[in-house]
């Protein structure tokens, strides 16, 4: 697959809004400024398909991208961010899980967390939904880049040990959007959901 020729197809407010469950679709989740839409347009070779921020919170709606026709990559807005009220965090969090459990052509989830301080309790709960209904999850250690070469395999170790103890179809590799670290893995890993 060429990701290079990913274009934007639409936006969503909410999953009751996603165009016909049909092709193959595969998600990005993570933590709000986990780095969800850089990896997006990273992978894509864009600057701007998918809007970046300083600011957490950032997307807030469901942006597809199709990669060619029948096969869509989704940024998801980020979740957990602390400023958006407790009734809409939890909205929204109910609408993910919706999202995972429903959706037919969601083939696989990418879940981003930052690598200094991943699987806070809504990672764990992203990741343990998707076990549950047999999702293969790839999780990126994102912003790889802000910690030393030690620091980051005690961190990826870490990791690997705990999704060994979930079960499921889970992989672990480290990213980097700056320095374009594990893009091979992510494309590998897209490449394969995309041909089954
Ligand atoms: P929301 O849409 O708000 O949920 O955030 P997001 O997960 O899409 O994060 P986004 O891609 O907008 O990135 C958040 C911030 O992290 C931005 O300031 C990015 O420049 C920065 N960032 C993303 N990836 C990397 C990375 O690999 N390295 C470094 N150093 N910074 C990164
Ligand atoms: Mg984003």
């Given at each position: ?29 993570g933590r709000?400024?986990a780095g969800?839409?850089?990896a ?72 981003l967390m930052d690598i200094r301080h991943p699987m806070k309790?809504?990672d ?15 999780i990126l250690l994102t912003k790889a880049d802000k910690l030393a070469s030690g620091a980051r395999k005690a961190q990826l170790k870490e990791v690997r ?11 672990v590799e480290m990213f980097s959007s700056l320095k374009?670290l594990g ?14």
């Amino acid at each position: 697959y060429n990701y290079h020729m990913t274009h934007f197809v639409m936006s969503a407010p909410d999953i009751r809004h996603l165009p016909v469950d049909t092709g193959i679709e595969v998600a990005f989740a993570g933590r709000s400024n986990a780095g969800k839409s850089s990896a997006l347009n990273t992978l894509t070779n864009q600057k701007s398909l998918a809007r970046t921020s300083k600011t957490p919170g950032r997307t807030q709606l469901i942006n597809l991208f199709e990669v060619e026709d029948g096969c869509r990559l989704v940024d998801l807005p980020g979740y957990g961010y602390a400023e958006v009220p407790e009734e809409l965090k939890r909205k929204w969090q109910k609408a993910l899980g919706e999202y995972l459990q429903k959706r037919d052509s969601l083939k696989g989830l990418v879940v981003l967390m930052d690598i200094r301080h991943p699987m806070k309790d809504l990672d764990q709960q992203m990741v343990s939904w998707a076990v549950d209904v047999s999702l293969p999850v790839l999780i990126l250690l994102t912003k790889a880049d802000k910690l030393a070469s030690g620091a980051r395999k005690a961190q990826l170790k870490e990791v690997r040990e705990f999704v060994q103890d979930v079960g499921g179809d889970v992989e672990v590799e480290m990213f980097s959007s700056l320095k374009k670290l594990g893009i091979d893995k992510l494309r590998a890993r897209l490449d394969h959901w995309f041909s089954q």
